[in-house]
């Protein structure tokens, strides 16, 4: 690929090619392929910023790309490695495609490091190997039975942090196929049933059509019916990740209920219940995301709490509502609001249930100022960091919630 980039041992002024533009929109595709959250308005800030000032010096260009498109301390490893390969360093070429082809089993640690390269290494190869694989039928499929179940088995279990592309697509199909039932509570108003108690009402009203004589009984038992669910799901840049996956799992959920609301905060609420329950999940997440502007961003668990209790609290809170509260409990702001907004909104919430990805740590401690605020008013603590916390959050829904995720263990240890 022409990039008309000069090479980084030449001193002369970068070479006028006419493709820079197209390269630098093909560059932000790899990027996001490889998992930044980049979309069309980064890579027109990108062309701006190539074109405002000289660029007489490779450093200069990857400072003035790295400016635009990184906006997370975890995203600087995928985007220099993506630099150096897309713009001509062929020692990182041959390392990547080794990655892809060869794959070998890696311990856990490994598997963390790697995970970034893997995905940069798929985004930058799953063309050009599409290209060069000759065509099968389209009814063409082979799979390996001897293996699939661990894999599953593997996959269920894995960090969605840590997972390629092609393991979060899998992810997401499993997903979609997850069954959601829920529980339902008693009202305060009866129907008539076969057994149950005793309805006097319409047993005396009987008696009357009789002559005033007894009859048979009639019964009566309590109706049922689902609590509103709400969710309040972080977005910052420390869930970002966790929040897609999670996405995924609130579309499945929205397709078998009604009365479910969602909302995003990360410096700012936003309501997107209207945009997820579109019935194509590709669809829905698209519409979403041009709606949230502060993806990726800061937190401010407190602000975000406030917003919700005064603009929507009274909307949605009714009816004995179950909240799910989607949060790593880093706040940035003043622990003393997120204390008063999370008291207030114990209140007005039959229960709520707390979903923090820092629970996949086995030595997670509720050190953190914002933590110890949150917990004393859960009811239940639960990770949601893989396909099986996601599966016992469903089967908790059901109303089989075990006492391992009582919140009450963790104050204990506070």
């Known amino acids: 690929m022409n990039s008309g980039i000069q090479s980084k041992h030449s001193s002369g002024p970068l070479r006028k090619t006419g493709k820079l533009a197209a390269n ?10 490889a998992g ?28 003035t790309l790295h400016c635009v498109f990184v906006k997370r301390r975890e995203h600087r490893e995928i985007f220099e490695q993506a630099f150096h390969v897309f713009w001509k360093k062929p020692t990182m070429l041959e390392q990547l495609m080794q990655l892809v082809q060869l794959q070998p089993a890696l311990k856990s640690d490994a598997k963390k490091k790697d995970a970034g390269s893997r995905r940069l290494a798929e985004a930058l190869f799953d063309q050009s190997l599409q290209l060069n694989k000759p065509s099968q039928p389209k009814d063409h499929f082979e799979m390996d039975a001897s293996t699939a179940t661990s894999a599953m088995e593997i996959l269920r279990q894995k960090d969605f942090e840590q997972m390629s592309l092609a393991e979060q697509a899998d992810a997401n199909a499993a997903l979609a196929r997850l069954r959601f039932q829920q529980r339902e509570v008693p009202m305060r108003r009866f129907s008539p049933s076969a057994r149950g108690r005793i309805d006097m009402r319409r047993t005396l009203r009987a008696s009357l059509r009789l002559g005033g004589q007894m009859g048979a009984l009639c019964w009566r038992k309590p109706k049922t019916r689902l609590p509103p669910l709400v969710v309040l799901c972080d977005i910052s840049g420390s869930c970002s990740q966790y929040s897609r996956m999670f996405l995924h799992f609130l579309h499945g959920l929205a397709e078998t209920r009604s009365d479910i609301h969602v909302f995003l905060f990360g410096t700012r609420l936003t309501n997107v219940t209207r945009d997820l329950k579109r019935r194509d999940v590709d669809e829905a997440l698209a519409k979403v995301s041009t709606h949230v502007q502060d993806w990726s961003g800061g937190t401010r668990i407190g602000e975000a709490l406030h917003q919700f209790n005064y603009l929507w609290a009274r909307r ?26 999370i008291t207030r909104l114990a209140r007005a919430a039959r229960k709520i249930i707390w979903l923090n990805p820092l629970l996949r740590y086995d030595k997670f401690e509720a050190a953190a100022a914002g933590i110890r605020a949150i917990m004393p008013h859960v009811d239940e603590f639960r990770p949601v960091h893989s396909l099986d916390s996601l599966a016992d959050l469903a089967r908790s829904l059901a109303g089989r919630a075990t006492a391992s995720h009582d919140a009450q263990k963790w104050l204990e240890t506070m």
């Open 24 to 33: 630098i929109m093909h560059f932000g595709r790899v990027l996001r392929a």
């Open 316 to 341: 949605v809170l009714g009816q004995g509502a179950h909240v799910l509260l989607m949060t790593d409990g880093l706040e940035r702001d003043d622990v003393a609001k997120l204390d008063v907004e």
């Open 36 to 63: 930044l959250p980049i979309g069309p308005s980064a890579v027109l800030d990108a062309l701006d910023a190539a074109m405002a000032g000289p660029l007489r010096r490779r450093e200069d260009f990857y400072w």
